[in-house]
């Protein structure tokens, strides 16, 4: 069942503290990406990567940091630097773009942090 | 970079069309016009996307005006489960999705 997953659903921390979410995808997509969403908001870009061993910085990338060091992971590393670190992450992936299907973006389920 | 609007709310009859509007009226000539939507509490769902062409798929129809200033959503025989956030999303660059406020469906019995 191919697919994106995230875990965990809920996760709670007290401040301070780094957390790290989890990522995977088995659609064998060459690009993964990280929003985060706060209540009534839109999503905002975090990181993104395009290949393995590479990634850049999204709009909100400040206490946040990534790695990609598969293809199919791409974990989520919110720090004690991240000053509001309280909402709703997303993960997404999308294949290598073609002519019908430009880069179509598939998100997962989404993490819900809390921090305390 | 092209920006949408849209209503920020509309109802709809089960069992009947819902026609979601969105206008982009600075979209450039190679920017497609994405559909997302997100029931509460889950991740956005890919719904279609189109160019210059009217699109079809399982899920709905999307209908892109000639001059591309503007598209319309078409969920043909909406149901309670189609009640959700629907964003109307203008490529902004290669690699980023710009969602808004989006329009929240609700789909009344």
């Known amino acids: 069942d191919g697919g994106i997953t995230q875990s965990p659903k809920y996760l709670f921390r007290k401040e301070g503290q780094n957390v790290t979410l989890s990522c995977e995808q088995n659609?064998?997509?060459?690009?993964m990406y990280w929003y985060r969403q706060d209540p009534g908001q839109g999503l905002r870009l975090i990181y993104y990567?395009?290949?393995?061993?590479?990634?850049q910085k999204g709009d909100i990338a400040e206490g946040y940091s990534v790695s990609r060091e598969k293809k199919e992971s791409f974990p989520l590393t919110v720090t004690s630097a991240q000053k509001n670190p309280t909402a709703f992450y997303l993960c997404?992936?999308?294949?290598?773009?073609?002519?019908?299907?430009?880069?179509?973006?598939?998100f997962g389920p989404g993490t819900r942090l809390t921090v305390l | 970079d092209a920006k949408t609007t849209q209503p920020p709310s509309m109802d709809c009859a089960e069992g009947r069309a819902a026609n979601l509007p969105c206008n982009h009226s600075t979209i450039s000539g190679n920017e497609y016009v994405y559909w997302y939507r997100q029931i509460h509490s889950q991740g956005p769902q890919y719904i279609i996307h189109g160019l210059k062409n009217n699109e079809t798929n399982e899920m709905a129809s999307l209908i892109i005006t000639e001059d591309r200033k503007s598209s319309t959503l078409i969920l043909p025989h909406a149901t309670l489960r189609d009640t959700a956030v629907y964003y109307c999303i203008v490529r902004v660059d290669d690699y980023k999705l710009s969602f808004g406020a989006g329009t929240t469906v609700t789909v009344r019995a």
């Open positions: 659609l064998n997509h060459d690009a």
């Open positions: 997404a992936s999308s294949p290598f773009p073609l002519r019908e299907t430009p880069r179509v973006q598939f």
């Open positions: 990567s395009q290949i393995v061993n590479d990634f």
